[in-house]
Nanobody, 130 residues
Framework: QVQLVESGGGLVQAGDSLKLSCVAS????????LAWFRQAPGKDREFVSS????????YYADSVKDRFTVSRDNSKNTVYLQMNSLQIDDTAVYFC???????????????????????WGQGTQVTVSS
């Protein structure tokens, strides 16, 4: 069972930046695809970004493309989400998710449903004010 712990959320103003971190407690972290999802009040959980082995493949939701950057440090069992130019609509609880994949290219652009990932963190709140 993979345990994921997110951190880095907070209250910021529109236009500010924030960097989220997610640490995984699993020995073979490098073989996992990692993803970030978010859920605003009253809305479904939505895909934000994902990353495969060795940064080989990354995907982004259209709403965050060119503003957010996902990365990972396998030596620290950590995945990051750098969020720039934050907007009020980015306000949500952000969740880290993991999925074991056999090869880097096994993470596809269609893997954007919460059910595509089997392990989840508890989430971290990001609030963007005007």
């Amino acid at each position: 069972q993979v345990q994921l712990v997110e951190s880095g959320g907070g209250l910021v103003q529109a236009g500010d930046s924030l960097k989220l971190s997610c640490v995984a407690s699993v020995p073979n972290f490098s073989q996992f695809a990692l993803a970030w999802f978010r859920q605003a009040p009253g809305k479904d959980r939505e895909f934000v970004s994902s990353i495969s082995w060795g940064n080989a493949v990354t995907y982004y939701a259209d709403s965050v493309k060119d503003r957010f950057t996902v990365s990972r440090d396998n030596s620290k069992n950590t995945v990051y989400l750098q969020m720039n130019s934050l907007q009020i609509d980015d306000t949500a609880v952000y969740f880290c998710a993991a999925r074991l994949i056999p090869s880097p290219r096994s993470l596809t652009a269609t893997m954007r449903r919460p059910t595509d990932f089997g392990s989840w963190g508890q989430g971290t709140q990001v609030t963007v004010s005007s």
